[in-house]
């Protein structure tokens, strides 16, 4: 679970938006702003509110910004909720006087949002930004600011050098939006080093001085006091981090005195917030109390320790052998293949049945002990290794049953509605963990909880041992209202298999969600289009759903197209480059939609950049920019895209050629492995007719089929990733799978194509390479049996085009032959139609972690719909661009360049 989504589902009950858009607890009014934020601006000076920040810069005698320095030392404040409005004010009354810019944070909801537990750690406790023109400016507002602010507390900012005993810190970095290439390919955010030269701007949870950079001799105290706190003189030995939150880490380690395995809970103040506001501080004190009063009962750790090590609080408990509930998905859920085998299904219930109940009899223990536990999941229930025995962990959230309260602290797929308090909170989620043990996708309930009652009838058709009362009893709980009714569903009435019904329906729901007011979007989507350029990219943004729409033959949206025109007359700084999630794919779908000279302005715009460096991916790298570059060279005739493009594939041959990295974890798959490069030297090859291209597309497949391994449960071959293995279309094994269906095309059977060749070149060093070629060929079709194997599991936990079922449909529709195959397209098909939600009585579908809609072509309804149009309307044969379905046959160099 990312939870990073959560956050950008409080502001809509239906999709993904950004916190600034938080209303009152009324809904309709805008969420309260601090009284400072409220002050009229004073003259000379200008305001702008930017996401979560107000920034306040002087002017100039002809009314623009005032030039400052385009980075340096800045000064960060953090604050608590009760101390945010006088700090805001302070800092005000000290930088308007002398000129000096600052932002801060504007409302207390937002304040809050950043100090929750699972807020952005580079992020975490900043409230203020003040940035000073030079050293002894710097020495001056921390000197004077500092006195002004004695006393206020605030959460500890990870990234910066703290300033006395105060809520001052500071960190050099940029001030001005400058943007450079890093070392991993991307476009982020830079300084420049001491010669001038554009380098990343880190952001990392650690105080760094760039090595450029002296630390000014006022500080070092300030540094060596930080340095002064360390875990040496603790009876503990911390062996490994489990993991880090905003509130602080868990940690493994021994007991030095008696060697005993211990797990330590960290908690900093003033972070780490929960709904109510308790900091983790105040939560590890639930826990212990929690703990304490449950101890004895058998099904929770027992406490060990209790003690504080600079500022921050550390709760002891004995370590539990075993691994929590969601670990076992993986490798005992039936439905990860094909063709469940009915006794695995039937085993696999019967042990699902007696952990629901081993873990009905824990809560019930822990409420006999006048607790409710508050946050019961599958990631908060530890199985022991007899696979019988379970225990509850993690009781931060945990309350007297007295108490009767809301819950506080929630994973998204067992969080109580607002009307279940005390004890029915508990029952709540053990309902949901009913549904949850068959069907993982519980999140869908926070956006209709009527949804219930279709996953029970899944369940039922897929798990027949599973005795229906105990379905009926989980969907009564989940769909119960206060009023004594259950909740009604707003499912929609199309099947996604119902063409073109199902077409039509989804695209209403996407128009209908189309907000051309704003500016940041325009489709609702995942979280990153509310990143740098985002929202107009072809992964997450409006370039993709025009895209999508205009691929299924649903007509224009001449609004949307002028939107798009609108919003790319001007780049927005620090958009960027690539294919998927910059300018090149906006330059695609522009000139597919006839807006050829705009398209051709944007790709200037790459040019301009330093776009050689950038990473060798089809997601945002040179495979992606040099796709769209061979095709308007083909489509315009300019020399210049012809020439940038056959530099492009240069540079990939080239790196191709270099020792693979040797990285714990190499990414592999279609938008960030090797298969991006070898899809655009597979295109560049047909149309040169360059035999080193094709040569060189099998090395990067090669590379990353070594990246894959075969599943035994199954016979599907996924990406490994050391922690887990993907099936899917973006980063895992299917997207490798389109390409190679690719390189065979061109290979024939067996790769006899290429040997037939090679046994007619007269040139030495092409025999070589056809015979490479003719190798690699016989190879990749035993791993594209295993991949098309991957794409027909019963079960994906979601929907979406680029990581779920929606790819797995692309897949088996683009290769599908007359006589095999249909009956598993059909199956994914209508397996799609178990994550159907309505949008306005149409329907549409959820995105990334399932806890809102989405309308994206990477993760939403756009994506589902260019899928089903790929498998149910022959007639257009809808796909990704560079992805049309393969020929039967190819011969080399015949294959027209498309997009």
């Known amino acids: 679970m990312d939870k990073r989504y959560e956050v950008y589902a409080l502001a809509d009950g239906h999709f993904y938006d950004t916190p600034d858009r938080l209303s009152a607890d009324d809904g309709h009014e805008p969420a309260p702003l601090f009284e400072t934020a409220r002050r009229t601006v004073p003259d000379g000076w200008h305001a702008a509110r930017s996401g979560d920040w107000l920034t306040l810069t002087p002017l100039g005698a002809d009314g623009a910004p005032l030039p400052g320095p385009a980075q340096g030392w800045k000064v960060h404040s953090s604050a608590t909720r009760a101390n945010a409005d006088r700090i805001a004010a302070a800092v005000w009354d000290y930088c308007v006087p002398r000129g000096i810019p600052f932002k801060f944070v504007p409302g207390p909801h937002l304040l809050h949002l950043r100090n929750t537990k699972y807020a952005g750690r580079d992020t975490s406790g900043k409230f203020v930004t003040v940035y000073p023109d030079g050293e002894e400016q710097l020495r001056q507002v921390l000197e004077e600011l500092g006195a002004e602010l004695k006393g206020c507390e605030g959460p500890y900012i990870l990234t910066d050098l703290r300033y006395g005993e105060g809520p001052l810190y500071v960190r050099y970095g940029a001030f001005a939006r400058r943007y450079v290439v890093d070392e991993r390919g991307s476009l982020v955010l830079a300084v420049a080093d001491g010669e001038g030269r554009l380098v990343p701007d880190r952001r990392d949870p650690s105080f760094q001085v760039p090595e450029w950079v002296a630390l000014p001799e006022f500080l070092r105290p300030h540094l060596e006091a930080r340095n002064t706190t360390t875990v040496g003189d603790l009876p503990y030995r911390i062996e490994k981090a489990l993991h880090f939150s905003n509130g602080g880490g868990v940690y493994v380690g021994t007991d030095t005195r008696d060697g005993r395995k211990v797990v330590l809970k960290e908690a900093r103040p003033h972070a780490g917030l929960a709904a109510d506001g308790a900091d ?26 209790w003690f504080t090590l600079g500022d921050h609080r550390f709760l002891v408990m004995d370590f539990l052998e075993g691994r929590t509930l969601n670990s076992y998905f993986a490798e005992r859920h039936p439905l990860l293949t094909t063709d469940p085998d009915p006794e695995r299904v039937a085993s696999y219930t019967r042990w699902a049945l007696r952990i629901h109940r081993a873990v009905e009899r824990a809560v019930e223990a822990v409420h006999e002990r006048g607790l409710v536990f508050n946050d019961l999941h599958v990631f908060n229930v530890m199985v022991a290794p007899d696979e019988e025995t379970v225990y509850l962990i993690d009781f931060e959230a945990a309350a007297p049953a007295e108490e009767n309260g809301r819950q506080v602290v929630a994973h998204p797929g067992f969080f109580a509605p607002p009307d279940r308090r005390g004890k029915d909170v508990d029952r709540y989620a053990l309902a949901c963990l009913r549904i949850a043990l068959f069907l993982p996708v519980t999140t869908l309930f926070v956006v209709d909880r009527g949804k219930a009652a279709h996953l029970a009838d899944v369940i039922a058709g897929q798990f027949p041992d599973v005795p229906r009362a105990f379905l009926d009893e989980a969907v009564a709980e989940i769909t119960r209202n206060p009023a004594g009714g259950t909740a009604r569903t707003s499912a929609p009435l199309v099947d996604p298999g119902d063409w073109p019904y199902s077409r039509d329906s989804m695209v209403k729901a996407i128009l209908a969600s189309a907000t051309p007011e704003r500016d940041d979007r325009l489709f609702p989507g995942d979280i990153a289009q509310f990143s740098e350029g985002g929202g107009l990219g072809l992964a997450h943004g409006a370039a993709g759903v025009l895209y999508a729409l205009d691929a299924a033959g649903a007509g224009r949206y001449e609004e949307g197209e002028r939107w798009l025109l609108d919003h790319t007359a ?62 308007l060279a083909a489509a315009t005739g300019e020399p210049e895209l012809g020439e940038r493009a056959a530099e492009a594939a240069d540079i990939l041959v080239r790196r191709l050629t270099e020792p693979v990295p040797d990285t714990p974890r190499r990414r592999a798959g279609l938008l960030r492995g090797a298969t991006g490069p070898a899809l655009f030297l597979l295109r560049r090859y047909e149309q040169t007719g360059e035999t080193r291209l094709l040569v060189a597309a099998a090395e990067a497949l090669r590379r990353d089929l070594a990246g894959c391994v075969l599943q035994k449960a199954h016979g599907g071959l996924e990406v490994d990733e050391g922690w887990r293995t993907l099936p899917y279309l973006g980063d895992g094994s299917v997207g490798i799978g389109m390409v190679l269906d690719d390189y065979l095309a061109h290979a024939g059977d067996g790769g006899e194509r290429f040997s037939s060749l090679a046994r007619t070149a007269d040139d030495a060093r092409e025999t070589a390479f056809l015979a490479h070629a003719a190798g690699a060929a016989a190879e990749f079709e035993q791993a594209r049996t295993g991949i098309r194997t991957a794409a027909t599991s019963r079960f994906y936990a979601q929907p979406g085009l680029f990581q779920g079922r929606a790819g797995m449909i692309l897949h088996l529709a683009r290769g599908l032959t007359p006589d095999a195959g249909r009956e598993r397209l059909e199956q994914q098909i209508a397996g799609l139609g178990w994550f159907a939600m309505a949008y306005q009585g149409q329907l549409a579908f959820p995105g990334n972690q399932m806890m809102r809609l989405s309308m994206d072509l990477a993760t939403g309804t756009a994506g589902c719909l260019l899928a089903l149009a790929s498998a149910l309307d022959a007639e257009r044969a ?5 992805l049309p379905p393969p020929p039967a046959a190819l011969t080399r160099g015949s294959a027209p360049t498309e997009s």
């Open 878 to 882: 809808a796909h990704l661009p560079f």
């Open 570 to 631: 001007v780049v927005p700084p620090g958009t960027p480059l690539g294919l998927y999630d910059g300018l090149a794919g906006v330059a695609l779908v522009l000139d597919r939609l006839g807006h050829r000279q705009r398209a051709l302005d944007l790709v200037d715009c790459v040019l301009r950049e330093k776009w050689q460096n950038l990473s060798s991916e089809l997601n945002g790298g040179l495979a992606g920019v040099g796709l769209v570059l061979g095709h």
């Open 280 to 305: 983790a501080v105040a939560r590890l004190e639930r826990e212990k109390a929690a703990l304490e009063r449950a101890a004895g009962t058998g099904v929770v750790p027992e406490v060990r320790d």
